[in-house]
């Protein structure tokens, strides 16, 4: 995977911002040299998406970017544990970031095909997965959950021992046969026992019910599988007395976990006031429902229903700043990034998902709308309440979606916007921006794409237009290099939360600049304030003549410049710190 610039900036902000590492990511110090990380090797190759390892960060120091002496041994020693030290070998790529001006070792560990999992260690042959920020050895039951995963079992349609039709809940029956003959012409005239023999409620060749029959229009299937349940619970702070409260056991089939969680969780958050574009206050649920009931719903339906599961739940935990949803299992098909687009469809349990489509709670709601759109709808709500969208963490035996508790625009950021002339105008979308690029970060078009899905290039371009033609924020490079910062005039008394970050040009792109033979849009790819530094030394010019004329700040500009001069593209007439010191391009 090639990290950018803005995506590195992005995720150290955000890790100094929790004070902890994410699954997905492990950073190091380094300072003794290559660390020994066998087991998150395997925990990341045993991960869906893989997983990233930072050397030259220093977690206790608030992630600040300590630096690595030797970035050639760090790489070498990472890709030998690797190759090495896991069966089977796992495949790790490098990229060299200058953040705040340290040397940065960034290794990206790809996840294992299925087929090849799960990775052990050589040494002591234990497989390991993520949780949290740390490495753990994974159960046998775990890994036979893994192994399962090589192909596709169809455990929904699996019979249930002992039971049959009488089992079902004759209420949620009626609709569902009743939904089923207006939505079928096939299965218009079928009778009762026909419609729910062929949308797989009673098993393929007998009369009992399937685990998705069951699970879904059964009177009480925990009588047969207890875990088909949800355990929810308010996680107490440290200081309080107890772990939880509000600890509860939710039961019956998907209809009433699914009204029966949504009870909880509204019981157990707040109110709040939200004020629209006319300057009124409404109020509003904390945590939009909208998009609360579609994860609840999404973790129902495509929790893992095999054997090796027995006796894991789904879990819903609240905390002081976030509503977390956990099932068993991982998803099917899709990876998390694909989640919410018109690609990212792809159903765990078949049967259980085309049953659900046609079963409703007792509000007369489908528990899914079964056009793969969910996702797409809870982001948008959430925007549009100023909230963050929902981080989704696939851990192939655990599929875990989170929520904040907390608007993505704190008081201070609110008051800061308030000060500026023509903020008013702006969008949500172009506020929340600009509050990220007081903290330091840069944005790109593709950053828009990303964070603010679904949105095209066109209409992000418009965004970070808007902001410029604003007077709010410059511009740095150009076509596909292009980045867009806070205008120097709003930069001064801001605090810098995110990081200075640079990815390094391959090494093609060095030995051109040494000859000589550098184009502009080379000269923009070395750092992303190449151009308009390059722009700047149209004649020799001094550190404070450069920053006066690209309204860069002085870390920036001599940040820029010393990339530029260590790819041979400016010259330094002059010593470091020296007032005299001048730079020129390299003729």
């Not at 172009?430 to 828009?448: D, F, H, K, P, Y």
């Not at 410049?561 to 470091?576: E, H, S």
Request: overall charge negative.
């Amino acid at each position: 995977m090639q990290w950018s610039a803005e995506h590195l900036q992005e995720l150290l902000g955000e890790l100094r911002n929790r004070g902890g590492d994410r699954s997905e990511v492990e950073v190091k110090r380094g300072a003794g040299g290559c660390p020994r990380m066998p087991e998150t090797i395997c925990a990341f190759a045993n991960m869906p998406s893989g997983g990233m390892i930072l050397v030259g960060i220093d977690e206790g120091a608030g992630f600040a970017a300590t630096g690595v002496p030797d970035v050639a041994l760090i790489e070498q020693g990472l890709a030998a544990q690797a190759r090495n030290a896991v069966v089977p070998p796992a495949h790790i790529e490098f990229e060299h970031a200058i953040i705040d001006d340290r040397d940065v070792v960034v290794a990206t560990i790809a996840g294992l095909p299925i087929s090849d999992r799960p990775c052990r260690t050589r040494k002591g042959g234990h497989a390991y997965l993520r949780q949290a920020d740390g490495d753990y050895r994974m159960s046998d039951q775990e890994i036979a959950q893994l192994i399962a995963q090589r192909t596709r079992p169809r455990y929904d349609a699996s019979a249930v021992p002992n039971t049959s039709a009488a089992d079902l809940d004759p209420r949620l029956v009626a609709q569902f046969v009743a939904e089923a003959r207006q939505s079928s012409r096939r299965l218009a005239d079928s009778p009762d026992e026909t419609i729910l023999r062929r949308r797989g409620v009673l098993a393929t060749g007998t009369d009992k019910l399937s685990v998705a029959g069951l699970y879904a229009l059964g009177q009480y299937p925990q009588q047969y599988f207890p875990s088909l349940s949800i355990t929810a619970a308010v996680e107490l702070s440290d200081s309080a007395d107890g772990r939880t409260a509000d600890l509860a056991h939710l039961d019956g089939p998907v209809p009433d976990l699914l009204e029966q969680a949504m009870q909880w969780v509204s019981r157990n958050t707040r109110r709040v006031i939200r004020y629209g574009g006319d300057g009124h206050g409404i109020d509003e649920d904390e945590i939009p429902m909208v998009a609360v009931r579609e994860l609840i719903a999404n973790a129902l339906v495509h929790r893992d229903l095999g054997p090796h599961t027995i006796g894991k739940r789904v879990e819903i935990r609240l905390r002081d700043d976030l509503l977390v949803i956990a099932n068993p299992g991982g998803l099917w098909g899709v990876t998390t990034d694909q989640l919410g687009t018109p690609a990212g469809k792809s159903a765990v349990n078949e049967f259980l998902y085309d049953i659900c489509k046609t079963t409703r709670t007792l509000n007369g709601k489908r528990v899914i709308e079964g056009e793969g759109g969910g996702i797409r709808e809870a982001r948008v709500v959430l925007r549009a309440a100023g909230m963050p969208a929902p981080i989704f963490r696939d851990g192939a035996v655990r599929f875990t979606a989170i929520l904040s508790r907390h608007s993505l625009l704190s008081t201070e950021d609110l008051e800061w916007l308030s000060t500026l002339t023509g903020a008013s105008t702006l969008s949500d979308m172009q506020r929340e921006i600009l509050a990220s690029m007081r903290g330091g970060q840069e944005w790109t078009n593709s950053l828009v794409r990303r964070e603010f899905t679904p949105i095209d290039s066109i209409d992000a371009r418009a965004v970070l237009q808007g902001l410029v033609s604003a007077g709010l924020a410059i511009t740095a490079g150009d076509r596909g290099a292009t980045t867009y910062s806070l205008a120097p005039a709003l930069n001064v008394d801001a605090e810098r939360t995110v990081p200075i970050v640079e990815v390094t040009p391959a090494d093609d792109t060095v030995r051109r600049a040494e000859a000589g033979k550098l184009s502009i849009g080379e000269i923009a790819a070395i750092t992303r304030n190449g151009r308009i530094i390059w722009d700047a030394l149209a004649e020799p010019a001094s550190l404070d003549s450069v920053v006066g004329k690209t309204g860069l700040t002085p870390s920036q500009a001599s940040f820029a410049l010393r990339k530029l001069a260590a790819a041979g593209a400016v010259v330094i007439d002059g010593g470091p710190g020296s007032r005299g010191t001048t730079y020129s391009r390299q003729t």
